[in-house]
């Protein structure tokens, strides 16, 4: 059973733009959101993560000042802005939800819930 479901990835120069969106149940929906990225062979690495009620963000630092989190809660939707793309940022892209301590949200294995991910791939 899909549990997230992440959409808006797609193909774009660099410089360019792209939203990600990741779509939640009541089940998965959770106080933590955050979004990882992983290319072949590699493991997932931390992006973004925000606390449920959107006032804590915390970004890695290759993306801090291009991209940002926020969510929707009535949605249960979080979202990923992301600017100023770089062909290094190419990878897929997954949306995690968990009861996360916000000391740990970099860590990939304190999420419960995880979508299948989106591909974005940067031209340069």
């Known amino acids: 059973q899909v549990q997230l479901v992440e959409s808006g990835g797609g193909l774009v120069q660099a410089g360019g733009s792209l939203r990600l969106s990741c779509a939640g149940s009541?089940?998965?929906?959770?106080?933590?959101m955050g979004w990882f990225r992983q290319t072949p062979g590699k493991e997932r690495d931390f992006i973004a993560a925000?606390?449920?009620?959107?006032?804590?963000?915390y970004y890695a630092d290759s993306v801090k000042g291009r991209f940002t989190i926020s969510r929707d809660n009535v949605k249960k939707t979080v979202y990923l802005q992301m600017n100023g793309l770089k062909p290094e940022d190419t990878a897929v892209y997954l949306c995690?939800?968990?009861?996360?301590?916000?000391?740990?949200?970099?860590?990939?294995?304190?999420?419960?819930?995880w979508g299948q991910g989106t591909q974005v791939t940067v031209s340069s």
């Open positions: 995690a939800a968990g009861a996360v301590p916000w000391a740990m949200v970099g860590r990939a294995r304190e999420y419960s819930y």
């Open positions: 925000i606390s449920w009620s959107g006032g804590s963000t």
């Open positions: 009541a089940r998965t929906f959770s106080n933590v």
